[in-house]
């Protein structure tokens, strides 16, 4: 009888070994699977490619890799590099915000934007400030060319006030309203005259996304996550923050691009995204 419970406590101990080492295999497993889903890109997040030619974009892009999904075309490389860049990002399976802040006459814009629809990007800029008749324009050319080429259409931010404004810097150009409330006007315009959304300050998104609705994008430069320097940015929020203050999305450029590791840089900045928004 004593052989047979010490047999039979044995095989207890066996069983009990195997079901810790199968609890910790499974904890090990889902642990894997949750940082896998962390470290997913996230097309909220779009990074701004602040480097000045080809070669440079495409290493950052290849290095990154399938952590962003999203990233910011801006004047200084689509200048120096054109639509190269857009191509390879395209080819890459990568979305391209085309931030080129257009302002001019309605037709001299509408055309413009008809010319990078054809490019295949999937956000584009215009400035609020060249008036309702200018965004309509954007916007109308937007969507006959998109449909003409039956591909999706871009959509269309108008941009506000930029975030390198601070309140002395505002008065200088003859800013009477507050800033708040002049990109506070410029967003309502934006949205009468059938714009997508706008490009903001996280200072100013709870008050947009109030008065726009959950519908209206509100995309946010001027990110700064904890570990970054704010730089010339003035009116700036931490990535958690400005998802709770209304962004839709963020653009962050140089805490990735000018990092020391950008793909630690976009894992943190992605696990207090996913953690906190």
């Given at each position: ?36 889903e962390i470290y997913k890109a996230d097309d ?121 404004f601070d309140d002395k810097g505002w008065q ?106």
């Open positions: 009888t004593q052989g047979y419970s010490s047999a039979a406590s044995d095989v207890y101990k066996r069983q009990g070994i195997m079901n810790r080492i199968y609890i910790y295999s499974q904890e090990g497993r889902a642990s894997m699977e949750e940082e896998k909220r997040l779009i990074v701004a490619l602040d480097v000045d030619s080809f070669d440079s974009m495409k290493a950052l892009v290849d290095e990154l890799g399938d952590l962003v999904s999203y990233y910011k075309v801006g004047m200084e490389l689509y200048y120096s590099a054109g639509s190269a860049t857009i191509h390879y990002l395209k080819e890459h399976g990568k979305k391209v915000f085309l931030d080129l802040k257009l302002h001019d006459i309605p037709n001299t814009v509408g055309h413009s934007v008809a010319s990078v629809t054809r490019l295949g990007v999937n956000l584009i800029t215009v400035h609020a400030g060249g008036g309702r008749a200018m965004m309509q324009a954007a916007a109308r050319y937007a969507k006959i060319t998109a449909d003409e080429l039956e591909v999706e259409r871009p959509k269309i931010l108008a941009v506000t006030v930029l975030t390198s200088e150009i003859g800013g009477h309203l507050p800033i708040q409330d002049h990109v506070l006007e410029l967003a309502s315009l934006a949205k009468e005259a059938g714009v997508d959304g706008v490009v903001a300050s996280p200072k100013e998104a709870t008050s947009i996304r109030e008065m726009a609705g959950d519908d209206f994008l509100i995309v946010t430069p001027g990110i700064r996550p904890a570990f970054a320097q704010t730089d010339d940015q003035k009116r700036i929020a931490t990535p958690s923050q400005a998802f709770k203050d209304g962004a839709s999305m963020l653009v962050i450029g140089r805490p990735i691009t000018q990092a020391i590791d950008p793909k630690a840089a976009t894992r943190l900045i992605l696990k207090e995204i996913k953690e906190n928004a």
